[in-house]
């Protein structure tokens, strides 16, 4: 059903950018890169290129906004204006704020609030080069950052899309795709109890088109999940011995 | 019932590392009767807690913790000191008047005005409410003189070292007085610059390094070394307040 002439799987069975249905593009992270925020990440997708910072926990301003049982949550996804071939206007744009609020609430029942509570914990997600998949992609660095900046988190958040491009499901949609496939549907995991934080969809699928992209992007979710803990774990890598002296201070 | 992961093993948040008759410590939480990682950190157990020794991390202040802060504003009834915390703290008059308090008389800006460094102790603190400090302890007070440096809160221990090797080879070396906030902030007060400069930049190297083995002893050899160049005046005689 697709409108238009241009083929997104070519007769071999690969897609635009040379991969297989179910393949992820490359990803890449980088941990701790800012000096001034208690945790960031660098991450890169394909051609994905996304900052994301964390401040906090730290004194609420303006006050009133402060709860009095758990540290509030703030997110800002943005958009900056060289991300994407034509100018996007910095302003804050209905899609922005919307993007802001699903991966708040996405990211929100990961981090135990509940412990630092009149504080704010604010996660910044700047995407300096976009193609597709933007929003999972800021979701899996943010939650990385929060790790960075030691923040006491649940798990970490994964984020994956799946979708439907020429007739064939296929995982980790690119810009073309989601613009000239059919359907595009990104998916956040909880990947400890499996619980699904963020399912939205673009376009239309079939139930059994809808089940099948739903599997694969959760399989893909956890793929992106090994990496994120591999890449905390380079970050951190630390000799056992080390380790007693580092308690050993804690009665100094 | 099993201990899921190692001794001293890297954990991420959400590692699950324990199972069953299991008490969930520091940086951990449990579920479902399974006990997993919050921090990224080291595992740990002792007796039937396991716990994560975290290695990033930010200052939450505890009851009698030394902490240095700054004042960055005043109010009817004290001083709000930065701490280097997600709260300000409190420092109530009083604290410092030992008479009674007249608002109309005393300027509190005389005593403590903004952009000054405190030496303190935590008071008191809940989260309900903001911490409070009190300067009643020896050589707690303002700070008049020496430099600060900040380092991670975490590392703080690594400072210190095993009942306080490290830190004090480092008062010794370089014949600085050396206090040691436990909000991650280090006052160095040495006889000449040269000193202090020479405490911080094995400060620094003690940070950037904090995980690296034999560290101890590799500090000991930089002071040496710094001795030969600068010559730093050895100073074991000056003792150093903590």
């Known amino acids: 059903m697709s409108k238009t002439k241009e083929k997104l799987i070519n007769k071999k069975g690969l897609r635009v950018d040379g991969r297989k249905p179910e393949e992820l593009r490359p990803i890449k992270f980088e941990i701790g890169l800012l000096d001034k925020a208690n945790g960031s990440v660098y991450m890169e997708q394909g051609n994905n290129k996304i900052l994301t910072a964390i401040y906090g926990p730290r004194e609420l301003h303006p006050r009133h906004l402060a709860l009095q049982d758990r540290a509030l949550l703030r997110c800002r996804y943005h958009m900056a204006p060289f991300s994407v071939e034509e100018r996007k206007s910095p302003a804050p744009s209905r899609r922005k704020i919307e993007l802001s609020k699903v991966i708040r609430e996405a990211l929100e029942p990961a981090v135990f609030t509940e412990l630092y509570p009149r504080t704010s914990i604010d996660v910044f997600i700047e995407v300096l080069q976009s193609d597709g998949g933007s929003r999972c992609a800021g979701m899996t660095a943010a939650s990385l950052a929060l790790a960075d900046a030691g923040i006491p988190l649940r798990d970490l958040v994964v984020a994956c899309a799946a979708g439907k491009v020429d007739g064939q499901v296929v995982l980790d949609l690119n810009d073309a795709e989601d613009k000239l496939g059919e359907a595009d549907m990104p998916l956040a995991l909880f990947p400890q109890s499996d619980s699904v934080m963020l399912l939205q969809m673009d376009g239309t699928l079939s139930q059994e088109e809808f089940e099948k992209a739903f599997n694969l992007a959760i399989e893909g979710c956890k793929r992106i999940y090994g990496m994120q803990k591999e890449a905390l774990k380079a970050k951190y890598s630390v000799k056992k011995e080390d380790l007693e002296d580092l308690e050993g201070g804690k009665e100094g | 019932m099993p201990l899921l992961v190692e001794k001293r ?224 005046s050895v100073q074991d005689k000056g003792k150093t307040d903590q």
Request: charge should be neutral; proline fraction near 4%; glycine fraction near 10%.
């Open chain 2, 9 to 232: 093993q890297l954990v991420t948040p959400g590692d699950l590392i324990a199972e069953g008759e299991y008490r969930a410590g520091e940086n951990t939480y449990e579920r479902d009767g399974k006990i997993y990682a919050s921090k990224i950190g080291a595992f740990d157990s002792r007796d039937n807690t396991v716990y994560v020794i975290a290695l990033k991390g930010f200052y939450i202040p505890e009851t009698d913790d030394l902490v240095i802060g700054k004042v960055i504003d005043i109010s009817l009834s004290g001083w709000i000191v930065d701490i280097n915390a997600p709260y300000n703290a409190m420092l109530f008059v009083s604290e410092v008047f030992e008479r009674s308090f007249n608002p109309r008389k005393d300027e509190l800006s005389e005593v403590f005005d903004i952009g000054g460094m405190l030496l303190a102790k935590v008071a008191a603190f809940d989260r309900t409410r903001d911490p409070v400090l009190t300067l009643r302890g020896p050589g707690l007070g303002k700070i008049t003189h020496g430099r600060i440096v900040e380092m991670t809160p975490t590392k703080i221990p690594r400072l210190i070292g095993k009942k306080g090797s490290m830190i004090d080879l480092v008062k010794k070396g370089t014949g600085c007085q050396i206090v040691v906030g436990k909000n991650g902030l280090v006052l160095i007060r040495g006889k000449k610059p040269e000193d202090e400069a020479s405490a911080i930049k094995i400060i620094r190297i003690i940070e950037e390094e904090a995980h690296t083995s034999g560290l101890t002893n590799r500090i000991g050899e930089l002071i040496k070394k710094l001795k030969n160049e600068v010559g730093i």
